[in-house]
């Protein structure tokens, strides 16, 4: 039977124990955030920066990750420089890849330009897996209204499947002011012909307002369908359809109901990327290390 001292022994250095045993364990893992944010280069392209000096800022400014687009890559690529070392450079500034906004056909209603479409889509795809960017903005360049949704969907699959293969994962995109996919019923209507787990639509602020697709609709996605929302705002001046991109402002400065939107995005669980995209000249007239600390401040207004 233990002693009454023994006992009293005990409980004294129990505390000197635990105290012994915090020393040596891991440091607890930080709370992850729903979301993360992004810098999509255009926001900063009117001041002519080279990737190195971009992924500078965002990483200065506390940004997660970056959106470049792939004429900057190619650009950056046939200065003689390397795939592995921008990889390098973003990865010791703390800078993820999220996503690249690149323009294949790969919608085309005509079969030739569809085929041109994929095989470029393939090549970029090739390029972004080797700097470990796992997703690329998939739009419908080279599509003509009116266009058979259900075969948008069958393609949208095909290119859902090269995605799986090379392990760059396609972001189905639609533009407010562009005649045969301007609206989220119909990228909507795409992903779900796709019939496929891996669909995913990219939507931003400006094109679901200049597109009358409004914001009700977003509620109709789950956090599943979403891995990245582009983040700006539109002036409240200027009529919806005359509204152009380089009218874009930043998020909380136009006429989006942006508290209403953050609070729908933030009811889907899961994490979301925020990428301000701008391409406002006001902005590139701008020193861009202040452009990109206020787009960052303004979005986590809201986030």
Same mark, same amino acid.
């Given at each position: 039977?233990?002693s009454r001292r023994q006992l009293l022994k005990t409980l004294a250095?129990?505390?000197?124990?635990?105290?012994?045993?915090?020393?040596?364990?891991?440091?607890?893992?930080?709370?992850?955030?729903?979301?993360?944010?992004?810098?999509?280069?255009?926001?900063?392209?009117?001041? @002519?920066?080279?990737?190195?000096?971009?992924?500078?800022?965002?990483?200065?400014? /506390?940004?997660? #990750? !970056? +959106?470049?687009?792939? =004429?900057?890559?190619?650009?950056?690529?046939?200065?003689?420089?390397?795939?592995?070392?921008?990889?390098?450079?973003?990865?010791?500034?703390?800078?993820?890849?999220?996503?690249?906004?690149?323009?294949?056909?790969?919608?085309?209603?005509?079969?030739?330009?569809?085929?041109?479409?994929?095989?470029?889509?393939?090549?970029?795809?090739?390029?972004?897996?080797?700097?470990?960017?796992?997703?690329?903005?998939?739009?419908?360049?080279?599509?003509?209204?009116?266009?058979?949704?259900?075969?948008?969907?069958?393609?949208?699959?095909?290119?859902?499947?090269?995605?799986?293969?090379?392990?760059?994962?396609?972001?189905?995109?639609?533009?407010g002011a562009f005649p045969s996919f301007f609206h989220l019923g119909?990228?909507?209507?795409?992903?779900?012909?796709?019939?496929? @787990?891996?669909?995913?639509?990219?939507?931003?602020?400006?094109?679901?307002?200049? /597109?009358?697709? #409004? !914001? +009700?609709?977003?509620? =109709?996605?789950?956090?599943?369908?979403?891995?990245?929302?582009?983040?700006?705002?539109?002036?409240?001046?200027?009529?919806?359809?005359?509204?152009?991109?380089?009218?874009?402002?930043?998020?909380?400065?136009?006429?989006?109901?942006?508290?209403?939107?953050?609070?729908?995005?933030?009811?889907?669980?899961?994490?979301?990327?925020?990428?301000?995209?701008?391409?406002?000249?006001?902005?590139?007239?701008?020193?861009?290390?202040?452009?990109?600390?206020?787009?960052?401040?303004?979005?986590?207004?809201?986030?």
């Open positions: 039977m233990t250095l129990a505390p000197i124990a635990a105290t012994a045993a915090s020393v040596h364990a891991s440091p607890a893992p930080k709370a992850s955030s729903q979301f993360k944010f992004s810098l999509n280069t255009s926001t900063i392209r009117g001041q @002519k920066l080279s990737l190195p000096q971009i992924i500078e800022l965002a990483a200065k400014a /506390g940004y997660d #990750g !970056f +959106e470049p687009w792939m =004429m900057e890559i190619e650009a950056y690529l046939k200065e003689g420089n390397t795939i592995s070392s921008l990889k390098k450079l973003a990865s010791d500034a703390g800078l993820e890849f999220f996503n690249c906004i690149g323009f294949p056909t790969w919608m085309a209603q005509d079969e030739e330009k569809s085929k041109t479409g994929f095989a470029q889509m393939e090549k970029e795809m090739g390029i972004l897996a080797e700097l470990g960017c796992t997703r690329v903005a998939a739009p419908a360049i080279g599509t003509e209204a009116p266009l058979d949704l259900l075969k948008a969907g069958e393609r949208y699959k095909k290119l859902l499947e090269l995605g799986r293969k090379t392990g760059v994962m396609p972001q189905l995109e639609f533009w119909q990228a909507m209507a795409v992903a779900a012909a796709a019939d496929d @787990k891996d669909a995913k639509i990219l939507a931003d602020v400006y094109h679901l307002f200049r /597109g009358g697709s #409004g !914001f +009700e609709g977003m509620k =109709m996605l789950d956090g599943h369908a979403i891995d990245i929302f582009h983040m700006n705002d539109f002036p409240r001046e200027i009529p919806r359809t005359e509204q152009q991109d380089k009218d874009r402002v930043m998020p909380g400065d136009g006429g989006a109901p942006m508290k209403e939107l953050a609070d729908t995005l933030k009811s889907k669980g899961g994490q979301i990327i925020l990428s301000l995209e701008l391409f406002n000249p006001s902005y590139y007239a701008m020193d861009a290390a202040v452009v990109v600390k206020e787009g960052l401040e303004k979005m986590k207004r809201f986030f």
